[in-house]
């Protein structure tokens, strides 16, 4: 299984990017599919997630400014984030958890993900 993260990039604050994750090895309509971040010095943390059946959870920190979705006829998930602040900047990592799959209320633990990408690094400037 590899899960492959591409998109990241810098930015000016208000912009937005468009993040990837492409997958193989794994069908991941069976699959829930989360994105988590890592800011210089912090800890990893949730930021968005669509469970096997496409019901959405976000962090506060992004709602309304970032858009999961996933296609389970190419295998991908993305993330659209709009509104960018400096304060997303971090590296950011796919993840796919299942089966079997958490419930929907542990999608923002890091902790239940079974395969995880490499990170791509999301830079914004203020």
């Known amino acids: 299984v590899q899960l492959q993260a591409s998109g990241g990039g810098s930015v000016q604050a208000g912009g937005s990017l468009r993040l990837s994750c492409a997958t193989s090895?794994?069908?991941?309509?069976?699959?829930?599919m989360g994105w988590f971040r890592q800011a210089p010095g912090k800890e990893r943390e949730f930021v968005a997630a669509?469970?096997?059946?496409?019901?959405?959870r976000y962090a506060d920190s992004v709602k309304g400014r970032f858009t999961i979705s996933r296609d389970n006829a190419k295998n991908t998930v993305d993330l659209q984030m709009d509104s960018l602040k400096p304060e997303d900047t971090a590296v950011y990592f796919c993840?796919?958890?299942?089966?079997?799959?958490?419930?929907?209320?542990?999608?923002?633990?890091?902790?239940?993900?079974?395969?995880w990408g490499q990170g791509t690094l999301v830079t914004v400037s203020s």
């Open positions: 090895g794994l069908s991941i309509n069976r699959y829930n």
């Open positions: 993840a796919a958890d299942g089966p079997p799959v958490a419930v929907f209320s542990a999608l923002n633990d890091g902790s239940r993900y079974d395969y």
């Open positions: 669509v469970n096997w059946s496409g019901s959405r």
